[in-house]
């Protein structure tokens, strides 16, 4: 297989992505997509990029490699090892309470049922890899040395039935 499970991302943020380019695509140059012409700017929603036309092709091509690259909700083992398309618990070192999150692509999150994280960030970059136990430490944007412990790692679908 050509493709990485570097963009795994689920069929829900797969289709999100393809309506949100079919929907720059329709716009015409010089359309900011703000719904006062009684068009199809109605029910497009007006994010801020769809202003610049620059902005708008940038974001346009993002998405197109974003699609290209992606690897939809194909089945990650069950093997307890942190990668992507799998959902991580885990501990950050002096705290009690865990905080669970896919890892995938994030451009492409799951909308309000689970919070992803790239393994292209500082988290999920230092994470892949870890076995269930395992504790590594990355560096936050603002330079502080965070220890984290991965708890568990299961496949994504797995996770969300249960």
Known sequence: MAKTTERWMTREAHERLRE???ALRALP???PGTGSDGGAGDTLPAP???HDPAVRQARVQTIERLLSEAVVEEAAPDDGI???GKVLTIRYDGEEGTEEFLLGVRDASVADRVTVY???SPLGASLVGARRGER???TAPRGAVIGVTLLNA???RAAAVG
């Open 20 to 22: 949100e380019l079919r």
């Open 118 to 120: 790239s393994p292209d």
């Open 48 to 50: 801020r990029y769809i």
């Open 82 to 84: 942190a990668s992507p």
């Open 136 to 138: 590594r430490t990355f």
């Open 29 to 31: 140059d010089g359309d």
């Open 154 to 156: 299961r496949p994504y």
